[in-house]
């Protein structure tokens, strides 16, 4: 099962450029979380936002949360030919025993 | 921080023979792992939760009998592709977090393994 959807699907853009990428979800959430992936690799931890929070920020990153909407934004900013990679939304599914749940994903291609 | 070792990283096998992959919590103790599946260009897949001492939960469309999983002891899970066949080829990755609460805010990833059946 998967628990979101990321829009857009593929972005590429050119490096110092913003890349905003949108994740939409199903179910009430106790925190959503996003994971980048380089190709072929394992998944590495970006930054987690609570439901109670609305936005938070870690260096070039700002997550929005709008839980009445159930989305998120995640927005990379002064992008470099080194963010290229895939970028997942996650949250938590209770129904799974509290495994995390991925969204489809959007693949970033930044170029120098 | 917290560390999920996952072995082996790569493997090749020829069809019908069980390949086993390994995950583990070096530094702190898991009653339960996730493992997932993810094909080229798509996203992670939950196939089930291994619970330390007990079965595994499956999610639905995962076959049991054929990946079978065993998570022996609090550090430690394997996921067996049982009789594999070239539809198994794929990346398989675990999680495990040291907590199981309902936020499950600490959760880490191993570096997944990548099954080819020829």
């Known amino acids: 099962s998967q628990q979101g959807e990321e829009d857009p699907q593929a972005l590429s853009i050119q490096e110092g450029e913003n890349a905003t990428m949108n994740c939409s979800y199903k179910t009430s959430i106790n925190n959503l979380q996003w994971y980048r992936q380089n190709s072929g690799r394992g998944l590495v931890h970006l930054i987690l936002?609570?439901?109670?929070?609305r936005e938070k920020h870690s260096g070039r990153l700002r997550v929005t949360l709008d839980t009445s909407k159930k989305s998120s934004s995640l927005l990379i900013t002064a992008s470099r030919a080194a963010d290229t990679a895939s970028y997942f939304c996650?949250?938590?599914?209770?129904?799974?025993?509290?495994?995390?749940?991925f969204g489809k994903g959007t693949t970033l291609s930044v170029s120098s | 921080g917290a560390v999920v070792s996952q072995h082996p990283s790569w493997v090749i096998c020829k069809s019908g023979t069980s390949v086993k992959i390994e995950c583990r919590s070096l530094d702190f103790q898991a009653t339960t792992m996730f493992w997932y599946r993810q094909f080229p260009k798509q996203s992670l897949m939950l196939m089930a939760t291994s619970n330390e001492g007990s079965k595994a939960t499956y999610e639905q469309g995962v076959e049991k009998d054929k990946f079978l999983i065993n998570h022996a002891s609090l550090t430690l899970s394997t996921l067996t592709v049982t009789s594999a066949h070239p539809e198994d080829s794929s990346f398989y990755i675990c999680s495990a977090g040291p907590q199981t609460g309902a936020s499950n805010e600490k959760l880490f990833f191993g570096s997944g393994t990548q099954l080819s059946v020829l």
């Open positions: 996650a949250t938590v599914s209770y129904q799974a025993g509290t495994a995390l749940i």
């Open positions: 936002i609570r439901s109670n929070e």
